[in-house]
């Protein structure tokens, strides 16, 4: 093997041991076996660095304009690269040899020949194991097959797997020589659990997550062109509040008391309006203490922002051109595919009332339906949590079950009744309802949006009708919180505010039915 003289430094050490179950795996026990030939042989496992000039996805450009401009040497060959990546496939011929190497931007094709690199380089390709991290340099050429690929003159490797990586098999199509990469790992929840190994196997796994990163830079590209300030508010919170859900307790040992993660970030970033931030916005982990499945993960990303001088009316446009921009800028159409159904995220999106629509899945005026039937008729669907539900959590639970499901296409769905929405201003016109939309599409709730309460004489008569709740049962109703109170009595100018689920958002866009498969490293049961 070709290394650097620096490389060779390190004195010969006997192979780390394992564990039991690892002493008896036999890839393991071979794995660690070539590990120990390699230190016998003075070559470093583990490299420092790497000095690499291209990503694998670059060199076909590089060999391509060389072809153009006429710049080939004699041999057909083009210009000297350093690759670096794992090595996924390797195949012998005698003398010579073929390898792939993956990096985060694709696939490059390696050609080693005894005559080039040496009898012991070429030797130790044997020490070399698929997983491995490598590293070759040497000049790009197009095979007779017509795949650019690197004619290596050294490679070294750059850390060992002593884990075998579950690469699936890879098949050539004869007639185009388009590569079929069929993966090895079908259990999804190992996928989940492992999602390192995920990420090494599945490059459209990690397409998908660079999906998000893309969206979510978007969205703050599109904020901070409109004057938006992004901020940071707390995590640990001494009073949570900003939705309707149960927190994750913790406890300050210095203070000696309790303290929440945020459930939101809703009334901090109101707080920061009072102060005269009059365009605000955070992109934050958000934490709930609740159940788990497609749609619910207890850390989550949310995107909150709130405006001055602004109501709901105003919020909703600027949500509807934000997440249309975004829709068309990551996929170049406003038209998505999620999960067999058409979605169409071109403006104007559609509009209808909370008891419009729950009226119409039910076939009755919700409305002015008594408690007894609304939890009559959510017994009948078999809703969970009902012990102790009031008016407002049978609507809510209903809503979701019959209503929600037939929001498709994006949908505005407008004025929430009053007493599942205590944050939110008295609609104008009808004291009953709220200033409140959520905008659902593909049947998920995406956002959430007010306008902004700002009595503080309301706002502590909201809270006190959620003490009571809470006193009757209702562990999501709100907290009493004496700060934010305060914090309105020095007035807060009209405000509408929005939160955008982040998490839901990216499976919507990246066509992935599950929660889990956007979010790197979901929470998951223990296996033991």
Do not use: C
Not at 273 to 286: A, H
Not at 296 to 307: K, R, S, V
Not at 431 to 445: C, G, K
Request: no cysteine; net charge negative.
């Amino acid at each position: 093997m070709s290394e650097p003289e620096s490389a060779r430094t390190e004195a010969p050490r006997e192979a780390p041991q394992g564990g039991p179950a690892e002493e008896a795996d036999p890839v393991l026990r071979a794995r660690r076996a070539k590990l120990a030939a390699l230190q016998e042989k003075g070559i470093l496992p583990y490299a420092y660095r790497f000095e690499r000039t291209h990503p694998a996805q670059d060199a076909g450009t590089l060999f391509r304009r060389a072809e153009a401009e006429g710049t080939l040497n004699v041999e057909r060959q083009g210009p000297r690269i350093a690759v670096a990546g794992r090595l996924v496939s390797q195949r012998s011929h005698g003398k010579s040899a073929f390898a792939d190497l993956v990096d985060f931007s694709g696939r490059i094709q390696l050609y080693l020949r005894l005559n080039v690199l040496g009898e012991e380089a070429f030797a130790n390709l044997e020490l070399l194991d698929l997983g491995d991290w490598v590293g070759a340099r040497g000049p790009l050429f197009r095979t007779r097959a017509g795949e650019i690929t690197v004619r290596v003159e050294a490679y070294e490797l750059l850390a060992k797997s002593l884990r075998a990586l579950p690469i699936g098999k890879e098949e050539i199509d004869p007639e185009t020589g388009e590569r079929r990469l069929h993966s090895a790992v079908a259990d999804l929840e190992a996928r989940y659990r492992q999602r390192y190994v995920d990420l090494a196997v599945h490059p459209e796994v990690r397409d998908v997550f660079v999906l998000r990163s893309r969206l979510v830079r978007a969205m703050r590209a599109f904020l901070d062109a409109r004057g938006y300030v992004e901020v940071e508010t707390p995590v640990l919170q001494p009073v949570y509040g900003g939705a309707m859900a149960r927190p994750f307790v913790t406890h300050h040992n210095v203070l000696d008391i309790p303290l929440y993660l945020r459930i939101a970030d809703e009334l901090y970033l109101k707080r920061l309006v009072i102060g005269g931030f009059e365009r605000v916005y955070e992109i934050s982990k958000d934490f709930r203490n609740e159940g788990m499945d497609r749609l619910h993960n207890p850390e989550f990303t949310m995107l909150e922002f709130y405006q001055a001088f602004a109501d709901y009316l105003d919020i909703a446009e600027l949500v509807e051109e934000m997440i249309s921009r975004v829709v068309l800028e990551l996929t170049g159409s406003y038209e998505l595919e999620y999960q067999g159904t058409r979605v169409s995220f071109r403006p104007p999106f559609a509009r209808t009332t909370f008891y419009g629509a729950l009226s119409e899945a039910l076939g009755a005026d919700a409305r002015r339906l008594p408690d007894d039937e609304l939890r009559d008729r959510a017994f009948a669907l078999h809703l969970p949590e009902l012990d102790g539900a009031g008016r407002g959590r049978l609507l809510d639970k209903l809503f979701g079950a019959v209503a929600q499901p037939k929001l498709e296409q994006p949908t505005f769905v407008m004025d929430y009744p009053l007493m599942l929405s205590p944050l939110a201003k008295a609609k104008r016109g009808d004291p009953e309802l709220t200033e409140r939309f959520e905008l659902f599409a593909a049947s998920h709730e995406l956002a959430n949006a007010f306008s902004e309460l700002n009595d503080p004489i309301d706002q502590r008569r909201r809270f006190e009708e959620q003490a009571r709740l809470r006193a009757l049962g209702e562990d999501e109703a709100h907290q009493i919180d004496e700060d934010f109170l305060r914090a309105l009595e020095f007035g807060m100018p009209p405000t509408g505010g929005v939160g955008i689920g982040i998490d839901r958002l990216a499976m919507v866009v990246a066509n992935r039915p599950s929660i889990r498969d956007v979010i790197l490293f979901p929470a998951l049961r223990p296996t033991s």
